[in-house]
Structure formats: structure tokens, C-alpha cells
């Protein structure tokens, strides 16, 4: 399975941006998506996950500001990112895995991080 994530740039406080993670490769097995993320110096955390019934798990940091949604025909999944903040600074990782998990160990492919970058 091959992850391509793209969509992220530089962005003011109170901004927008969508983010999209496109599988190829032997994607039959894919049920659970996710998006994960890593600030300077921080460790790697979870922001949201979608299953393959459409199931969502959102991390309470972004509740309410970012959604996570999939085109399962396309084998694609989207970050919308509203009402951005400069703590959302990170590189942006989409991966998947055979199950429904916000645990980042669970996760068997991983995308290469495309980076969001909030500031005036």
C-alpha cells in the first residue's frame, strides 16, 4: 500500500485547509484511516480516524474545528481543517490500517507528512 498526502502549506490563524491522502496498491484490506500529526520537538499524536462504515474518532484538540470523511471508490481520505491555530503547526501524516484504532501502533502504512504551517 502506497499513501500519497497532499494539501498542506501556510495558512493564517483562523484559516482553512483540506488535506487529501490517496491509497494505491493492494488497498483491499484498508478498513481504518487516519491523521496523524507531529509538531517541532513534540511527539507524534492522533487527530482523527474514519473506519470503513464511516464510523469517525476525533481527537478533543480539534473537535468542532477539523472533520475527517473518505471516498471509498477512490480510496481517498480528507482532512478539513477549519479555524486553524498556530499549535496546529505540524507535519501532517495520513496512514491505514486493517482496523478502526486512534492508536498510531495500530497503523501498518504510513504517507510521507505534508506540512501545515499556521502563522501571520
Known amino acids: 500500500v502506497q499513501l500519497q498526502a497532499s494539501g498542506g502549506g501556510l495558512v493564517q490563524p483562523g484559516g482553512s485547509l483540506r488535506l487529501s491522502c490517496a491509497a494505491s496498491?493492494?488497498?483491499?484490506?484498508?478498513?481504518?484511516m487516519g491523521w496523524f500529526r507531529q509538531a517541532p520537538g513534540k511527539e507524534r499524536e492522533f487527530v482523527a480516524a474514519i473506519a470503513g462504515s464511516g464510523l469517525t474518532h476525533t481527537a478533543d484538540s480539534v473537535k468542532g474545528r477539523f472533520t475527517i470523511s473518505r471516498d471509498s471508490a477512490k480510496n481517498t481520505v480528507f482532512l478539513q481543517m477549519n479555524g486553524l491555530i498556530p499549535e496546529d503547526t505540524a507535519i501532517y501524516y495520513c496512514?491505514?490500517?486493517?482496523?478502526?484504532?486512534?492508536?498510531?501502533?495500530?497503523?501498518?502504512?504510513w504517507g510521507q507528512g505534508t506540512l501545515v504551517t499556521v502563522s501571520s
Open positions: 496498491g493492494r488497498t483491499f484490506g484498508i478498513y481504518g
Open positions: 496512514a491505514s490500517s486493517t482496523i478502526f484504532s486512534s492508536q498510531s501502533s495500530r497503523y501498518d502504512y
